[in-house]
């Protein structure tokens, strides 16, 4: 099982940008997929997840209504839309499986992907 996300860098407070998670060694029908980040100084939280079936999502109250997260079954990629981007977004995103359902723990990690939003 392996995740790896990319899609991160700088942009300036409101715009968007869309993070992308390419899985490998199994197909998103099996597990849930999370993203997850971490700010300087701060835990890391769980900001969305879909599930491994009906596509049903899940988000944070800081993220709901700005992020948008999706799959695409034969890509075997899972995406994060950011829009209206704010200096508190700013963290190191992750993605994860989470098992058969979106728990909000994590369990097979990613590499982190770095987003800095700027005023």
């Known amino acids: 099982v392996q995740l790896q996300a990319s899609g991160g860098g700088l942009v300036q407070s409101g715009r968007s940008l869309r993070l992308s998670c390419a899985a490998s060694?199994?197909?998103?029908?099996?597990?849930?997929i999370g993203w997850f980040r971490q700010a300087p100084g701060k835990e890391r939280e769980g900001v969305a997840c879909i599930s491994r079936t009906d596509g049903s999502t899940y988000y944070s109250d800081s993220v709901k209504g700005r992020f948008t997260i999706s799959k695409d079954n034969a890509k075997n990629t899972v995406y994060l839309q950011m829009n209206s981007l704010k200096l508190e977004d700013t963290a190191v995103y992750y993605c994860?499986?989470?098992?058969?359902?979106?728990?909000?723990?994590?369990?097979?990690w990613g590499q982190g992907t770095l987003v800095t939003v700027s005023s």
């Open positions: 060694g199994f197909t998103l029908d099996l597990y849930a």
């Open positions: 994860a499986t989470e098992g058969y359902y979106c728990s909000g723990y994590g369990r097979n």
